[in-house]
């Protein structure tokens, strides 16, 4: 399954975000699916997206939730320093 998420450029980060968040939707998505291989890809781009290929519709929807998980706990797991 491929996951790719693109993140509005207009939308304020700090240095190291975009790794980080793929590392940790990496981690979390391959948590959910043990047995399957999973890319992540997150890019900056004109607009907010998310695009799941090899994935049911049920899929998208659990990886979505994932990534509202994920971007709100970012205080968790996201070392700015």
Known sequence: MRIEVT???TTPLPAGAVDALTGELYRRIQDAWPDISIKVQ???ASSNQLSV????????I?????????????DDWFDAE
């Open 7 to 9: 993140i509005a450029k």
């Open 53 to 60: 290929l090899g994935g049911t519709k049920e899929d998208k």
């Open 42 to 44: 997150v890019r900056l």
């Open 62 to 74: 659990r990886i979505s939730e994932i990534l509202q998980e994920t971007w709100e706990s970012a």
